[in-house]
């Protein structure tokens, strides 16, 4: 029988790529989505469709995780080996404007989670996606496991309490639960609201003409920037070993808002300066200004080592979105690119 996996945040960035991470090693994958009133679902189209060579191995279930009756259902149906919660508000600086729907999610969301596995009373594998943005004002440079967090965003506090919340019911319940410190990572994939893809997405369209100016914040907030199809491989790793733990996923080098201009306009042949303008609004009420993490750790239990470099990633980024908008633009049925 293949293994089941359930991931939580299915039709995100790490959701979409997880899954086609497990479908390629035998898994059948059960993915949860919001029922909303737009469908997001582009990133796992393509497994999900009738055509889909693995489409028999992939099934997607209405749930949320505000709601813990809907949890416990599907977890007792799924019966899961193996449970990945990606689901999050994820959006850094959106987590100020609506600190308490971010919390009841990422935070108590988790915990809902957690509590449906022990009350049906199966032993799954849990995979909790925690983030570089615990650390926050750092104590330390390079971040690693011990570091102590210090959180300066909604977001991130909530991402602390849903942390050891993992890490309580794997010492107080003898779960098999694991944290993912996944620092930045990125991809064609990417949400078009988060700063990365911002700029990828404003580059092919001021390249095709359709755009001049590209509005950011702080340029000067440094980042450990990596491919997230590279880390969910570090995520399936980690339920893999023979017991739970806690790991950082980095690249263990940091780069400014500023360079990743740079380099994703050269790409272009455009000049960044004449472009980007600074809004305020932009700003973070509370800033985190470097990161960069050591995955030393990672490296030596799970084999795990990032591919892709910063330059090479920002250049996959910037083809990627001018391929999209090539083909948007050729499209007669299109009112406008």
Aim: net charge neutral; aromatic share 10%; with cysteine.
């Amino acid at each position: 029988m293949p293994k089941k996996a359930f991931i939580t945040g299915i039709t995100g960035q790490d959701g979409s790529y997880l899954a086609e991470l497990l479908l390629e090693k035998g898994y059948t994958v059960h993915g949860l989505v919001r029922r909303t009133s737009t469908f997001n679902r582009w990133r796992i189209d393509h497994l999900h469709r009738e055509t889909s060579p693995c489409r028999d191995r992939f099934h997607l279930h209405y749930g949320d995780l505000a709601e813990a009756s809907s949890l416990a259902r599907l977890i007792a149906r799924i019966q899961p080996d193996e449970v990945y919660n990606l689901a999050a508000q994820s959006h850094v600086r959106v987590s100020f404007d609506i600190p308490e729907y971010t919390t009841d999610i990422v935070a108590t969301g988790t915990v809902r989670l957690l509590e449906s596995i022990r009350e049906v009373g199966i032993q799954p594998r849990f995979y909790q996606a925690s983030s570089s943005e615990m650390f926050g004002k750092v104590r330390e440079i390079p971040q690693r496991e011990t570091t102590p967090f210090h959180p300066r965003s909604p977001y991130a506090c909530a991402k602390v309490h849903a942390f050891w919340i993992t890490v309580n019911y794997r010492e107080s319940y003898g779960l098999f639960a694991s944290n993912g410190i996944l620092f930045n990572h990125e991809s064609p994939r990417r949400g078009e609201n988060f700063v990365t893809r911002k700029i990828t997405r404003a580059v092919a369209r001021i390249r095709a003409g359709l755009q001049d100016k590209l509005a950011l914040g702080n340029l000067d907030a440094k980042r450990d920037w990596g491919y997230a199809k590279e880390y969910v491989e570090a995520m399936w790793r980690m339920l893999q070993q023979p017991e739970p733990d806690d790991f950082v996923v980095a690249t263990g080098e940091t780069h400014s808002v500023r360079e990743f201009l740079e380099v994703a306009f050269a790409h272009a042949g455009l000049d960044w300066q004449k472009h980007v303008e600074i809004d305020p609004r932009y700003y973070r009420p509370a800033e985190v200004d470097l990161l960069v993490g050591d995955a030393g750790k990672a490296r030596r239990l799970l084999g795990w080592e990032p591919q892709t470099r910063f330059a090479d990633l920002v250049r996959l980024m910037v083809d990627a979105d001018v391929e999209l908008l090539d083909q948007k633009c050729a499209d007669p049925a299109a009112t406008a690119c």
